[in-house]
């Protein structure tokens, strides 16, 4: 059983920054994809961002390409989310997920585990 724990949300404003970090405990990190997604009130869950388990590959949706960056430290069973140039309407709950897969792609209805959730605001 893998616990996922998310920090670093808060409120922010237009244009700001904030890193999310995800850190997972109570199994093999490294066997991991990870991935980032969000929800925003009113909307489905949607996918932010992939890395898979070495870090050597990642994938973003458009509305974050060149804004966000997706990491991990297997070291350090963390994975991260870099988040730049923020706008309004990237306000929503992040959740950071596992699933163990050598694919990059963390689909939302195959993901093993869930972390609970960290709120980001982004004020204007």
């Known amino acids: 059983q893998v616990q996922l724990v998310e920090s670093g949300g808060g409120l922010v404003q237009v244009g700001g920054s904030l890193r999310l970090s995800c850190v997972a405990s109570?199994?093999?990190?490294?066997?991991?994809?990870m991935g980032w997604f969000r929800q925003a009130p009113g909307k489905e869950r949607e996918s932010v961002a992939d890395?898979?388990?070495?870090?050597?590959?990642?994938i973003y949706a458009d509305s974050v390409k060149g804004r966000f960056t997706i990491s991990r430290d297997n070291a350090k069973n963390t994975a991260y989310l870099q988040m730049n140039s923020l706008k309004p309407e990237d306000t929503a709950v992040y959740y950071c997920?596992?699933?163990?897969?050598?694919?990059?792609?963390?689909?939302?209805?195959?993901?093993?585990?869930w972390g609970q959730g960290t709120q980001v605001t982004v004020s204007s």
């Open positions: 109570g199994g093999t990190f490294s066997r991991y994809a």
């Open positions: 997920a596992a699933t163990l897969t050598a694919s990059v792609y963390v689909d939302q209805g195959r993901v093993d585990y």
């Open positions: 890395i898979n388990w070495s870090g050597s590959r990642t």
